[in-house]
């Protein structure tokens, strides 16, 4: 079965400073890997997939993630963070039943970014 | 575009009440999903369609909880009767044919006391 791991509930970082949001996963076959936010009280917004290609994805809100295929990982990462970036992150991986797309998400439990001034 | 519209946004009921929660995908998408959120359990996929049939129901928690989709543009998640522990936000997502990402409504903050 298909399966994601973010092994932190929170990561503390100051502004200005990277930041990263590991993510890990199990698939059997090629790996669709998604990241989405969750700020306060709304809704999941899609930051970023990888689907084939470059193992550095380019995303919304200068948000990346580097595909390591050898660590079975995918974190998410950002150059310089800002206090806004603060939110719930989740890191997804598509389901299928062996040989097919069923379409499905399969989410993380998902990591808290603080960033403090 | 508008994006996934969701209704309501918030409802409180009393307990052994049905709720509706209702849900327009974005026009020209043909999968649609129901999941919910509990700090407990995280992100759950309760059912999902395609082309307005149910392909996995898997999820849904009990018999209290049903869903339909009588159209492309309209669905309803339907708890009865309702109980705390259905206390949750309820999300609908919806995906364009044969693609890969799937894009969230704002969610219906249920509380049931």
């Known amino acids: 079965a298909q399966s994601v791991a973010q092994p932190e509930d929170q990561v503390n970082v100051a502004e200005g400073n990277p930041l990263t949001v590991k993510c890990t996963y199990s698939?059997?076959?090629?790996?669709?890997l998604f990241w989405y936010v969750q700020y306060p009280n709304r809704g999941l917004q899609f930051l970023l997939k990888?689907?084939?290609?470059?193992?550095l994805v380019k995303g919304s809100y200068g948000f990346e993630a580097e595909f390591n295929k050898s660590q079975t990982s995918f974190h998410l990462k950002k150059p310089s963070a800002l206090v806004s970036d603060s939110a719930l992150y989740f890191c997804?991986?598509?389901?299928?039943?062996?040989?097919?797309?069923?379409?499905?998400?399969?989410f993380g439990q998902g990591t808290t970014l603080q960033v403090k001034p | 575009d508008a994006g996934v519209i969701q209704s309501p946004r918030h409802e409180v009921t009393e307990m052994g009440q049905e709720v509706t929660l209702r849900c327009k995908p974005i026009s020209g998408h043909n999968s649609l999903f129901w999941y919910r959120q509990t700090m407990m359990r995280g992100l759950e996929l309760l059912i999902y369609?395609?082309?307005?049939?149910?392909?996995?129901d898997s999820g849904m928690p009990e018999d209290r909880f049903s869903a339909k989709m009588p159209n492309a543009s309209f669905s309803t998640l339907k708890i009865q009767p309702s109980e705390p522990r259905d206390s949750a936000v309820y999300f609908c997502?919806?995906?364009?044919?044969?693609?890969?990402?799937?894009?969230f409504g704002e969610g219906s903050w249920l509380t049931v006391v």
């Open positions: 698939v059997s076959g090629n790996p669709y």
């Open positions: 997502a919806s995906r364009i044919p044969s693609g890969n990402t799937i894009y």
């Open positions: 369609f395609n082309n307005n049939v149910p392909i996995d």
């Open positions: 997804a991986v598509r389901d299928t039943d062996g040989s097919s797309n069923t379409g499905k998400l399969i």
């Open positions: 990888y689907i084939t290609g470059d193992n």
